[in-house]
């Protein structure tokens, strides 16, 4: 199916469910033909493009950044991504936005916030990463989507995602 180049950037806390509507939104694509996406998660990304050298605003911003300069060039050339990371700070995010933007044009760039209640994250994940879900995060302003995974099934946020995209033409059923 036809498509451009997009990055899809899941920023929540952890333990909010990006991961796992990220998984999900991947095989809804993967059903409706897209299958040269990119999911920039996990493992993979903390051990090539999270430096761990700290935890200082700098540090994080800068690790954000790293992750937005790989979904830049993907989108660029029509590839893609669905990043999922906590992204705590809105000026990294921003400018993740304009440099996806940049690349690829307008509307390229997704945001789609996976909010949940720092205390629901931390039940969800006990003794996990999620036990700096009190964390300063700072939520996006206008996020192009916003998931409440409290309040809705992985399933029933997988598809709010899939009818945005299909909505701006960023993907065609
Ligand atoms: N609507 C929902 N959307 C996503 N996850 C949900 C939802 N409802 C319940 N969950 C559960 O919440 C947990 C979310 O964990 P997940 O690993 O996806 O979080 P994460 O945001 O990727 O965390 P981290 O930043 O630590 O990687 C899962 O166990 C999932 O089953
Ligand atoms: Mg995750």
């Keep these: 199916m036809k498509h451009r180049g997009f990055t899809l950037w899941f920023t929540g806390l952890s333990g909010s469910g990006k991961t796992t509507v990220s998984n999900r939104v991947h095989l809804r694509l993967q059903e409706m033909g ?27 911003n800068r690790d954000t950044l790293r992750i ?6 993907l989108a660029r050339n029509g590839v893609p991504s669905l990043v999922a990371a906590v992204s705590p700070f809105r000026e990294s995010r921003d400018e993740v936005r304009s440099m996806v933007e940049h690349a690829s044009g307008p509307g390229s760039f997704v945001e789609v916030h996976v909010d949940c209640p720092p205390e629901v994250c931390r039940e969800r994940n006990p003794g996990g990463p999620a036990e700096d879900a009190g964390e300063p995060y700072e939520p996006p302003h206008h996020p192009e989507v916003l998931l409440k995974t409290d309040a809705s099934t992985p399933d029933e946020c997988a598809e709010r995602v899939i009818e945005f995209l299909t909505e701006k033409g960023l993907v065609t059923p």
């Design 34 to 60: 897209v299958t040269n996406v990119e999911i920039l998660d996990g493992e993979a990304v903390m051990r090539h493009l999270y430096d761990g050298h700290g935890f200082t605003r700098e540090d994080v």
């Design 68 to 73: 937005g300069w790989v979904a830049h060039l």
